[in-house]
């Protein structure tokens, strides 16, 4: 069988993940917090200097605008890249468990109007675990509705054993009066 070679990947993507990994790294910091602060009060500071001037303003103005375009760009790749590394964490937990729903696992390319099916059967899943005395004993929808069904079966099998015994004691009751 002859292996598969690994995709060759793009220069410029891999020097793009690794700069935005950083640059989202530091501004995350307080020290990154702390010089945008600075950059705003020496800012403030200079509009007497400048008079207060439009030029003053547009100053600020553009270099936030800037700043800010850029940083979508930077923090959204980043954002990707976590959002990918959690969802293939979230579905080896699924797929390594026995009792977990297999549908699960990358629902993330379902459409907005396929999870909102999806999640009418959570809600489903929640009403009939409400149920439940023990909150770990449902684990599917299946095996949810599966027991709510038994458990339905056993009631009226248990009303009606009630209902016979209690028309046979009133029966003997009115018998012996």
Same mark, same amino acid.
């Given at each position: ?13 891999? !020097? ?5 990994? #950083?640059? *989202?790294? =530091? ?6 917090? +702390?010089? /945008? ?36 760009? !930077? ?5 990707? #890249?976590? *959002?990918? =590394? ?6 080896? +937990?699924? /797929? ?47 095996? =949810? ?33």
């Amino acid at each position: 069988m002859a292996r598969r070679q690994p995709k060759k990947k793009n220069r410029f993507a891999v !020097l793009f993940d690794r700069f935005s990994t #950083k640059v *989202t790294k =530091a501004t995350g910091s307080p020290m990154a917090f +702390l010089l /945008a602060l600075g950059v705003v009060i020496a800012w403030c500071v200079s509009g007497p200097l400048f008079h207060f001037s439009d030029t003053w303003q547009l100053v600020i103005n553009t270099g936030t605008t800037i700043v800010t375009f850029l940083m979508v760009f !930077l923090i959204q790749q980043s954002q990707n #890249k976590d *959002t990918i =590394a959690l969802q293939l964490k979230l579905n080896e +937990l699924i /797929a390594c468990n026995e009792k977990a729903s297999n549908r699960l696992i990358d629902i993330e390319d379902l459409t907005e109007d396929e999870l909102v099916v999806l999640k009418k059967f959570y809600v489903k899943l929640s009403t009939l675990s409400e149920k439940e005395e023990d909150i770990f004993c449902t684990h599917s929808i299946d095996e =949810a509705e599966h027991l709510d069904d038994r458990k339905n079966s056993e009631n009226r099998k248990k009303r009606a054993s009630l209902k016979k015994a209690n028309g046979k004691d009133q029966h003997t009751a009115s018998k012996a009066s």
